[in-house]
């Protein structure tokens, strides 16, 4: 039997932790805040940012969105996010990806106070976990998300050969580093994959753990692993339906319906990292609270 890993479970039980320790904070008298800054349209971005709202409210955590028209001139960005930086009421600062055309990502993030980086995506923060100094400063919220829901049921990590398919720097990179770290929840063997990567199946084939983080909706078929495989489907894809009202449906990176009969346990899209990572964002605005702040 294959074991579905359901991330509504897992991030519901975490959500209510969360949501736990937050009331314990409002009796100290601070009252975490997560402020989003959004700019421009991107209808993906709309939903995640009110999925992260929603998810806040629940979990009494403050959440505030500042929204910018796509043409709004990148100095007012840089100067809402310096008087966030110095606002001790906000905790966790986190800027939605992607920027519009224009902006340089890099420069916006590393402009972000590394100490109320709940995305965990400035250069020191992701240096830190590269580096192992203090590496659990802030981890993004997707590759936590994995570790976290293989904790969660039980799958061992350690000496596992862990595949990576995709190698960006908020999911692919720092997931890799995490399964990499000394300790129970890492020392795996790991393995990155990506676009220019020659005989892909070869390698997929040899993973005890896969996870497949491209974009590419159902790249990996049931020819590219091998049975009793663990896998964590991180793709969100829109692809057409004609059975959908909406005219699309959500599906991950990974054909789950063949694949599934192979796999010894496997995330489901949607249901599976999606809201894990919601999840972990509200640990990290947490975190940003107890360990680096409770001022008002
Ligand atoms: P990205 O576009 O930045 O990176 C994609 C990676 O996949 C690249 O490293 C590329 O080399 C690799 N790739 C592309 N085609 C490939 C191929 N044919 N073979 C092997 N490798 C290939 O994307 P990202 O930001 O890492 O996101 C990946 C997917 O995960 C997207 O579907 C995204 O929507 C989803 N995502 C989900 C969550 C979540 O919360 N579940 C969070 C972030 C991203």
Excluded: W
């Amino acid at each position: 039997m294959t074991l579905i890993l359901d991330g509504k479970l897992v991030s519901k039980q975490i959500r209510e932790e969360v949501a736990e320790d937050v009331q314990l904070l409002i009796k100290q008298g601070v009252t975490p805040k997560l402020t989003v800054v959004l700019v421009g349209d991107d209808a993906a971005s709309q939903i995640y940012v009110k999925s992260k709202e929603r998810a806040c409210a629940k979990a009494g955590i403050i959440s505030e969105t500042i929204k910018y028209p796509s043409d709004v001139l990148k100095q007012n960005v840089i100067d809402k996010i310096k008087e966030l930086n110095n606002d001790n009421s906000v905790h966790g600062i986190l800027v939605q990806l992607p920027l519009p055309e224009g902006f340089n990502e890099s420069e916006i993030i590393e402009l972000i106070a590394p100490e109320k980086d709940v995305d965990g995506f400035h250069p020191i923060n992701s240096g830190r976990l590269t580096s192992g100094i203090n590496d659990d400063y802030f981890v993004p919220a997707t590759p936590a998300g994995i570790i976290e829901i293989l904790k969660r049921y039980k799958i061992e990590i350690p000496g596992k050969h862990v595949v990576i398919v995709g190698r960006s720097s908020i999911v692919g990179k720092p997931a890799g580093m995490l399964f990499l770290r000394h300790g129970n929840e890492g020392d795996a063997t790991v393995t990155f994959c990506h676009s220019k990567t020659k005989n892909l199946p070869d390698i997929t084939k040899t993973a005890d753990i896969l996870v497949a983080a491209t974009g590419k909706p159902k790249l990996i078929t049931a020819d590219m692993v091998k049975p009793g495989v663990v896998v964590i489907d991180v793709g969100i894809n829109r692809i057409p339906s004609k059975y959908s009202e909406k005219g699309y449906k959500i599906v991950g990176d990974v054909d789950f319906d063949e694949v599934s009969k192979l796999a010894s346990a496997i995330t489901p899209v949607p249901g599976g990292i999606g809201p894990m990572t919601i999840a972990m964002l509200l640990k990290n605005t947490l975190r940003a609270v107890t360990v680096f702040g409770k001022k008002e």
